[in-house]
Nanobody, 122 residues
Framework: QVQLVESGGGLVQAGGSLRLSCAAS??????MGWFRQAPGKEREFVAA????????LYADSVKGRFTISRDYSSNTVYLQMNSLKPEDTAVYYC?????????????????WGQGTQVTVSS
């Protein structure tokens, strides 16, 4: 059974930083992704990292501000978010895919965390 537990969300002022964590268990050699969903909007891709780390993907809206990384010893994936904007406000979800490659498509992910709220005030 794959389990994903997120933490690190909160309230931050515009221009600030947050780091989200996702502790994963129950699967190896998988790629991991971060998605977000704002009220009234569809869930959207944020970032993904293939198993080897050679394939790292970002949405255009976060490129240069967010960084996805992985600690293999603890099987934890991080999303470092800098220069946050009010439009980054959303519930952030981590997800696991059986493919080792990483993907933009949420349908390629079969396990999801419970989500963590990120609120950026202006």
């Amino acid at each position: 059974q794959v389990q994903l537990v997120e933490s690190g969300g909160g309230l931050v002022q515009a221009g600030g930083s947050l780091r989200l964590s996702c502790a994963a268990s129950g699967r190896t050699f998988s790629s991991m992704g971060w998605f977000r969903q704002a009220p009234g909007k569809e869930r959207e891709f944020v970032a993904a990292r293939g198993w080897s780390g050679s394939n790292t993907l970002y949405a255009d809206s976060v490129k240069g501000r967010f960084t996805i990384s992985r600690d293999y010893s603890s099987n934890t994936v991080y999303l470092q978010m800098n220069s946050l904007k009010p439009e980054d406000t959303a519930v952030y979800y981590c997800a696991s895919s059986p493919s080792p490659l990483g993907s933009y498509d949420l349908q390629d992910y079969d396990y999801w965390g419970q989500g963590t709220q990120v609120t950026v005030s202006s």
